[in-house]
C-alpha cells in the first residue's frame, strides 16, 4: 500500500528526514513512533504530496507520489495533527462539503452522514458549529470526515490526542473496525500502549531516522528484558547504587525512581524485602521501555 | 497493491472523469455557501454604498461643476465608482478573505487532504474574488441604470468586462496575500499601490491634466483602462484603443494568477 525508500527532506539547515525507508502491508495496521521533532509529520505529509522531498521515491495505493499524489489521495483518509475543519459550516456541512471536494454528488454525501456521525459518536451535533465543538469532538469529526470517501488507506497523525479515556476507546474500537473491513491504517502516537494494542507493525523514529521497527512484541522481545521492577522513595539512591545496579541486567535512575530490568527479578525484590521506605511496582516490559530505551529519557526541543 | 480497489467501488475511477478540469469550481462553490450565509449584509454592502456615494458626491458636488469632458460629474463619477468597487470588492477577497483561509482557518490546507491541488484552490480563489469584484459591478451598473445614467445597451458590454477586471484585481490581490505574512501587508497594498492608482487613473476626476509621466505611469495599471472602458460604454464618452485596454486588464489577470499560483504552491508544499 505505502512503499517509501531513501526519503530525505531538509527544512533550511535542518535535514528533517534523513533517509526514511518504509513499507506498509495492505490491510496492516502501521505505527510511526518517535519524540517531539523526530520527523514523523514530515515524513506522512510527504506520503500524501502535501510537502515536496528532496529526494527519495514514494509509492502509495499503488501510484507515484508526488507525481500523482493527487489521484492516491482520493483513495486516502487523511487525519491531519492539527485540525483543519472549516469553521465557517456546521458539524455535518463540513462533511459534505468535504466529500464534494471528492468529486461526490452533494446526495452521495447526504447519505453518509448519518453513518458518519455514529462513527464519530456526534449524532446530536449535526448542526452545530465547529467553533461550539470541544477539542476531542473536532477530533472525531476530522476522524469522520477523512471516511467520507471510503478510503483504502488512512493516514492518522496523532489521532486520540486530546481524546478522554471513552473518547480514545471508541476511536480504537472504530479503527479495529475499519481494519477488519480490509482498510490499510497508518497512524502516528505519543501512546505506546495504543500502538502496541492496535498496530501489526511499529518504526520507531528519532531525529530524522528510522532507528528500530517491527511488531510491538518482536520489539519488546528483542530490546528489552521481560521484567521490569520499578523502585522509588526515600534512600533510593543508596539502594539503586549497592542492589538496583547489581541484580539487573539494565537500569537506571531516572529522577526519584530506579528502573531495573532484568529476567529473573527474584534476587532483585529479595534486596526489598524489609526496606519499607522503599516502594517497588512489578510490570512486564512494554513498548515504552523499548522507546524509552532508544530514544533516551531527555527531553527534546 | 490493487487488491483492495473493489471496496473503493466507484472511487479508483473518479480521478478520471472528465468533470476534474473544472475541479477548482468546489472551491467557489465552497465560498458561495459561506457568502449566502450573509447574503443580506452583503447586498446592502454592494447596493447602498455606492447608491449613498453617487448620490451624495455626485449632486453634492456635481452641482457646482462645469461637465467633465463632455459629462456631467453625475456621469463621470458613476463609470469611474463602477471600477473602483470592481478593484475593490476583488482585492478585499483576494486580500483579507483568501488570507484567513490560507493562514487563519488553514481551510486551503484541508482542502488539499482531499484530491485537490493548490492550482484547483488558487483559480478557484481567484475566479471567486473576480466573480465578487463583477457583482459589484454589476451592482452599480443597476444603481447607474436607475439614475437613468446609462446612455445605451452597450453598458451591457461592461458585464464580461467587469468580471474581467475583477479577475485582474484578483489575480494582482494573491500575489500578494501568497507573500503575506499578516494583514499589515494589505494595509500597505492599499495605501502605497491602491489608492495612488486611484488618483492616477481617472476615477474620482480625470487624468488629462495631470503631468504626462504620471499619466504614462497610471496607463501601466489596469484601473486607468477600466474607466476608459466604463466611461466609453456606460455613458457615451469616446472610445478608442478598446483592444489594448482590454488586452491590458487580461495580462494582469492572468500573470497574477500564474505568479500568485506558483508562490501559494512553494507556500503550501514546503
Ligand atoms: N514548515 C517547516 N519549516 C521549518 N521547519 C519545519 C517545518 N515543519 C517541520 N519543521 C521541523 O522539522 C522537524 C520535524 O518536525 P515534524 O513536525 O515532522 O516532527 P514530529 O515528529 O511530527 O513531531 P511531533 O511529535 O511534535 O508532532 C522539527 O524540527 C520541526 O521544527
Ligand atoms: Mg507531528
Redesign the pocket.
Known amino acids: 500500500m505505502l512503499k517509501v525508500a531513501g526519503l530525505r527532506k531538509r527544512?533550511?539547515d535542518?535535514e528533517?528526514?534523513r533517509g526514511v525507508n518504509l513499507q506498509v502491508a495492505s490491510g496492516t495496521c502501521f505505527g510511526l513512533l518517535?519524540?517531539?521533532?523526530?520527523?514523523?509529520?514530515?515524513?506522512l505529509r510527504c506520503c500524501l504530496g502535501l510537502t515536496t522531498p528532496d529526494s527519495g521515491s514514494i509509492e502509495l495505493a499503488g501510484l507515484p507520489v508526488p507525481a500523482q499524489a493527487r489521484e492516491a489521495r482520493a483513495r486516502v483518509g487523511v487525519v491531519p495533527?492539527f485540525d483543519n475543519l472549516d469553521p465557517d459550516f456546521t458539524v455535518a456541512e463540513n462533511l459534505i462539503m468535504y466529500g464534494r471536494y471528492f468529486g461526490l454528488s452533494r446526495r452521495e454525501c447526504e447519505a453518509q452522514v448519518e453513518r458518519l456521525l455514529v462513527f464519530a459518536g456526534l449524532t446530536d451535533k449535526a448542526k452545530a458549529p465547529i467553533e461550539t465543538l470541544s477539542g476531542g469532538m473536532k477530533r472525531r469529526l476530522t476522524l469522520a470526515r477523512a471516511m467520507i470517501n471510503d478510503p483504502q488507506i488512512l493516514f492518522m497523525?496523532?489521532p486520540t490526542t486530546g481524546l478522554d479515556p471513552q473518547a480514545r476507546h471508541l476511536v480504537w474500537d472504530r479503527l479495529k473496525t475499519l481494519l477488519t473491513e480490509g482498510r490499510t491504517l497508518i497512524l502516528?502516537t505519543?501512546f505506546m500502549d495504543e500502538a502496541q494494542r492496535l498496530c501489526d507493525r511499529v518504526a520507531i523514529?528519532d531525529q530524522?531516522v528510522i532507528i528500530a521497527e517491527g511488531a510491538p512484541h518482536e520489539l519488546i522481545d528483542r530490546e528489552i528484558e521481560p521484567a521490569v521492577i520499578e523502585v522509588y522513595g526515600d534512600g533510593i539512591d543508596s539502594w539503586f547504587e549497592t542492589a538496583g545496579k547489581r541484580y539487573s541486567e539494565r537500569s537506571e535512575l531516572a529522577g526519584d525512581t530506579a528502573f531495573c530490568y532484568c529476567h529473573d527479578p527474584g534476587p532483585l525484590l529479595r534486596t526489598l524485602e524489609g526496606l519499607s521506605e522503599l516502594r517497588s511496582l512489578r510490570r512486564s516490559a512494554n513498548l515504552e521501555d523499548v522507546f524509552l530505551k532508544l530514544t533516551g529519557r531527555d527531553l527534546r526541543? | 497493491m490493487t487488491d483492495l480497489h473493489p471496496v473503493v467501488g466507484a472511487l479508483g475511477t473518479s480521478s478520471e472523469r472528465p468533470a476534474d478540469r473544472f475541479r477548482f469550481l468546489h472551491v467557489v462553490h465552497r465560498n458561495y455557501l459561506v457568502w449566502r450565509q450573509l447574503l443580506g449584509s452583503a447586498l446592502v454592502g454592494h447596493l447602498a454604498d455606492p447608491l449613498l456615494w453617487l448620490v451624495g458626491f455626485g449632486f453634492g458636488i456635481g452641482s457646482l461643476l462645469p461637465t467633465v469632458g463632455g459629462l456631467t460629474y453625475l456621469e463621470f463619477l458613476g463609470s469611474g465608482m463602477l471600477c473602483y468597487s470592481v478593484m475593490n470588492s476583488a482585492s478585499f477577497e483576494a486580500l483579507y478573505s483568501a488570507f484567513t483561509r490560507l493562514k487563519h482557518q488553514r481551510t486551503w490546507e484541508g482542502i488539499l487532504h482531499a484530491p485537490m491541488t493548490v492550482t484547483d484552490i488558487v483559480i478557484g480563489e481567484w475566479v471567486w474574488a473576480g466573480l465578487k469584484g463583477a457583482l459589484s459591478g454589476a451592482a452599480i451598473l443597476l444603481v447607474m441604470a436607475g439614475l437613468g445614467l446609462l446612455k445605451s445597451f452597450s453598458a451591457l458590454w461592461l458585464l464580461p468586462i467587469v468580471l474581467l477586471v475583477g479577475l485582474a484585481f484578483s489575480g494582482i490581490a494573491l500575489v500578494v496575500t501568497a507573500v503575506a505574512k499578516s494583514y499589515d501587508m494589505f494595509t500597505y497594498y492599499f495605501s502605497l499601490f491602491v489608492m495612488p492608482m486611484m488618483l492616477v487613473s481617472g476615477v474620482f476626476f480625470p487624468a488629462e491634466q495631470l503631468p504626462p509621466i504620471v499619466r504614462f505611469t497610471g496607463e501601466l495599471f489596469p484601473l486607468s483602462h477600466a474607466t476608459a472602458l466604463a466611461r466609453g460604454l456606460a455613458v457615451g464618452a469616446p472610445l478608442d484603443h478598446v483592444v489594448l485596454h482590454l488586452a491590458v486588464i487580461a495580462i494582469y489577470a492572468v500573470l497574477g494568477l500564474g505568479l500568485a499560483n506558483n508562490l501559494i504552491k512553494k507556500r503550501l508544499t514546503?
Open positions: 527544512y533550511g535542518l528533517v528526514v518517535g519524540p517531539n521533532g523526530a520527523g514523523k509529520t514530515t515524513t495533527q497523525d496523532e502516528t505519543h523514529m530524522g526541543d | 514546503k
